[in-house]
Every structure is written in C-alpha cells, then in structure tokens.
C-alpha cells in the first residue's frame, strides 16, 4: 500500500529562520511527487510536482528536492506570509497510469514575525 | 478562469438527511477528483472521473456515498442518508492531461457538519 508520511507534524520559525519539511514516502513506483500548500479554509494550492531522484525545483523561498524515498520542502529566510499547512503526495506509476494521488497529513508552518 | 467552482460552501444538515455537493471543474480539464478531508485521516481520495466515466470509486466509503458527472462541467455528490461521521471538508480537484501534466487544482471546498 502507497503511504507518505510527513515531518514534523508542526513546526514553528522566526522570521527569516530558514528550516526544511519532510516527506517520506513507500510507493511501488513513482510517477510524481507533489507539494501543495494550504492556507486555512482554502483548498490545496500547487506547488511543484518532481519526478525523479535528483531533481530540484525552486518558487522563490521554497525548493524541493527528491530522492528515491523521500522529499524535501526547503524554505529559506521564512516570512509570516509563508505561514500555511503544506501537503505532500505521491501518484504511483503502478496503478497503470491511475491519476490517484495518497497524501501526507501535512505539516503547519508557523512563521512568526 | 475562474478555477474549480463548488457550492455550497457550507452546509449544516440533521442526520438522516440528504446532502448534495456540486462542483464545476475548470474548462477544458478532463479528470474530475472528489475528496474529503478531516484532522484524523488527512486528505483521501473519494473518487474519480475521466471524461465524464468513473474510473475508481474504492475511496467511497460505503453505498451512502454516490458521485455523478452527468457532462464536462459539472459533478455531484450525494449522501443519503448523512450521518455526524460524513463532517468533514469536501474537495473538488481537476487536471488536464492533455498536456502530459498531472497537476490537480482545487476548489475551495464544502465544509459539512451533520447533526
């Protein structure tokens, strides 16, 4: 069964206190992985999709990373703004090109000024 | 665009009662997502549809729980009858595969509380 699991559960930063989410992930081959960001009572906002180990992608403070079992959501210098629940999931090439995705429980970034 | 489009926003109903969530996915985009979100299990997958044809209906968690997409531009979900156990955030998500991309847009959500 495809899991993801994320890391921490929350996690709180100073204003320019740069830090890294995790996301770890046990699926029957990869097809993508996903970062969304979440902003309370919204629905889940795209981030990048990165589809194999090595591959980085970067929207200014953010940037992902990839390896073969798991993925990194580094932010640098946070501000408030940036402050959100962000999610992480997975879509299996296994499935025979099923667009299922298995998301993380996320982890709440607090970003204090 | 105006983006994934879903109403009500909010609904409050009684246990026994019928729900009816609609959605209306971005113009042109082919695959058509429901999920639910809540604190305990996170973001699941309830169904989904490619061009208008259910494709995988395992995340429907019982025969309470019945989902349509009668054309391109619109989508329901039903409950009947609801029960407190259904409160939760409702999404609906669209992507376009046309293009070789897998990315899923939201909407922003059905919030039920059930009674």
């Known amino acids: 069964e495809d899991q993801v699991t994320q890391s921490p559960e929350a996690l709180r930063l100073q204003e320019g206190e740069s830090s890294s989410l995790n996301c770890s992930y046990t699926v029957s081959g990869l097809r993508g992985l996903f970062w969304y960001r979440q902003d309370p009572g919204k629905g889940p906002e795209f981030l990048f999709t990165l589809y194999s180990a090595g591959e980085e992608k970067e929207k200014e403070r953010l940037k992902a990373t990839l390896t073969k079992k798991e993925s990194f959501l580094h932010i640098t210098a946070p501000k408030p703004e940036d402050s959100a629940t962000y999610l992480c999931?997975?879509?299996?090439?296994?499935?025979?090109?099923?667009?299922?995705?298995?998301f993380g429980k996320g982890t709440k970034l607090t970003v204090n000024p | 665009d105006a983006g994934v489009i879903q109403s009500p926003r909010h609904e409050v109903t009684e246990m026994g009662q019928e729900v009816t969530l609609r959605c209306k996915p971005i113009s042109g985009h082919d695959y058509l997502f429901w999920y639910r979100q809540t604190m305990m299990r996170g973001l699941e997958l309830l169904i989904y549809f490619n061009n208008n044809v259910p494709i995988d209906d395992s995340g429907m968690p019982e025969d309470r729980f019945s989902a349509k997409m009668p054309n391109a531009s619109f989508s329901t979900l039903k409950i009947q009858p609801s029960e407190p156990r259904d409160s939760a955030v409702y999404f609906c998500a669209s992507s376009y595969q046309g293009q070789g991309t897998d990315t899923q847009y939201f909407g922003p959500g059905t919030r039920l509380t059930v009674l």
């Open positions: 999931a997975v879509q299996a090439s296994s499935q025979g090109g099923s667009e299922k995705l298995v």
